[in-house]
């Protein structure tokens, strides 16, 4: 393995050129560090800049079975941040491949690399003049849109499930094919950038959550920005009356009446304005959507809707004109909980010692079935002697994701064991009620393992034959070990 390695290496400095093939132990060991202890080594960080280079620096990993992680910007912050899902991998970090390569106000689309974020987006929509929006999400602005919608991550907007707004990924094989998805495969297509589903077997899915290919481009949705678009904030004192203000919310956005949903606990409210302290009080839990409407008129009547729908059930409630949010760092506050330091201008939570570990199960979209979850969430957390820090999100319309952070001071004698000894239990009791989680850290890709049907066998045919060297992203949503 060494000597393949350094064969290896030789190879990349020359296709890639030396100063974008990181060895040096000061940026190994950066690299190295997430916000929990993983206890895995990096050999080294490729920093490729095209999809020509991304192809041969898989093709050299393949000849000398190394096996390599790629990461888009590597902000996977309580899932791992860069650190491989196993030991010995090479990052592939493509920060390096960041343009926006198409743009198209009228259909509402943007083909972008792996390195563009959220930030540029927004950056370069306001240059444009661009009636549209990116969805955007509370990590930082500095993250990027596809990393995270590889991942299915989730963002505000009608477009807040990600997922479901992408189309034509061109993909990287690790034999080094270069691949596309949907109509992105016949390059004269007028359709390629607006439609998912192309024509014939639709392969994108293969493609999220996954560690088949690497993806070197793909095409975002944009929305158009609302006329009209109101935030609806209200509180609940008990986690009774929340459930039942969940059960409204169902069904106003089953009417397509609401979007946005975000229910905070009060250990998350607190968390992202303070650090901790036990003198804070807050309301028990508070929450949040938003209306998006084309007339003063239908915005007026649909906000009364969902004001007559809730009322019974908060203990406050009222709305305000929503405003684009800034792209700034606030949100990252959270990882700063239980640090005795404030959090710095330049926030970094795998190097500033933050402790953050996720548990994300997805629940039917139905207080009581959110309501059991919550409780054995807020349970293990305390048995542990970890603040419940709970987020309930509603993108779908059948389903919640529960967002449960175990967060703590990594500086602080043994709480990396004590985090990760509660996050596992919390996992498994979730997953014992039924309350699968929708989305893995490396902490937690055990949870994707498939026992029972043929699932697993199959997946490791597919694995086989796109990866026959099995070399990219080795432990990362495997469903067969
Ligand atoms: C306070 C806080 C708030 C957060 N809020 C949110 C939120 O609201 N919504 C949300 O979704 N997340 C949230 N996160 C989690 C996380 O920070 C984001 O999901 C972030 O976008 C992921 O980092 P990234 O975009 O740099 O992706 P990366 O870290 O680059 O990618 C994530 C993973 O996807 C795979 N991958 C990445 N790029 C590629 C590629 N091109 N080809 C193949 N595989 C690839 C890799 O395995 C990688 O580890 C939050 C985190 C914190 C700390």
Known sequence: MQNSL?????????????????????????????????????????????????????????EHRIPIYPVSTGKNWGNGSRVPASQGCVILDLSRMNRIIDFNEELAYAAVEPGVTSRQMSAFLRAQNSRLRVSKNGTSPDASL????????????????????????????????????GFQRFPDARCKYLSRAGLGPGFDGLFFQSNLGVVTQMTLWLEPIPRFERRIVFAADKLDRMEKVIDQLRVL??????????????????????QYSKQHRVAAWIGQCRISAS????????????MRALLPFVTRIGSVRYGDEPDENGNLQIAYWRKRTPMPNNPNPD???????????????????????????????????????????????????LVGGIIYDREVESEDEKAMRCHDEMLQALIGEGFHPYRLGIQSMHAALSKLDATGDVWARIKSALDPEQVLAPGRYVLKR
Not at 153 to 177: A, I, M, N, S
Not at 370 to 393: D, Q, R, T, W, Y
């Open 6 to 62: 350094q064969e290896a290496l030789l190879q990349w400095r020359t296709t890639i050129g030396p100063d974008h093939v990181a060895t040096d132990i000061v940026t190994l060991v950066a690299a190295q560090t997430a916000t929990f202890a993983t206890g895995i080594q990096v050999p080294a960080i490729l920093y490729p800049s095209s999809t020509e280079e991304v192809a041969k620096c898989l093709r050299i990993a393949s």
């Open 146 to 181: 596809i990393g995270n919608a590889l991942e299915r991550g989730d963002g505000g907007g009608l477009y807040g499930e990600r997922v479901d707004y992408v189309c034509g990924l061109e993909v990287v094989l690790p034999t080094g094919e270069i691949i596309h998805t």
């Open 253 to 274: 956005k089953m009417n397509n009446l609401i979007h946005s949903i975000s229910i905070w606990n009060n250990f998350k409210v607190l968390s992202r304005v303070t």
């Open 295 to 306: 007339s003063r008129i239908q915005s007026w009547s649909q906000k009364r809707l969902v």
């Open 351 to 401: 190097q500033d010692g933050c402790g953050l570990i996720w548990c994300m199960p997805l629940v039917p979209f139905r207080g009581e079935d959110a309501g059991v979850a919550i409780k054995l969430m807020e349970e293990i957390a305390s048995k542990h002697h970890f603040e419940p820090n709970l987020a309930v999100l509603g993108t779908e319309q059948r389903t919640l994701r």
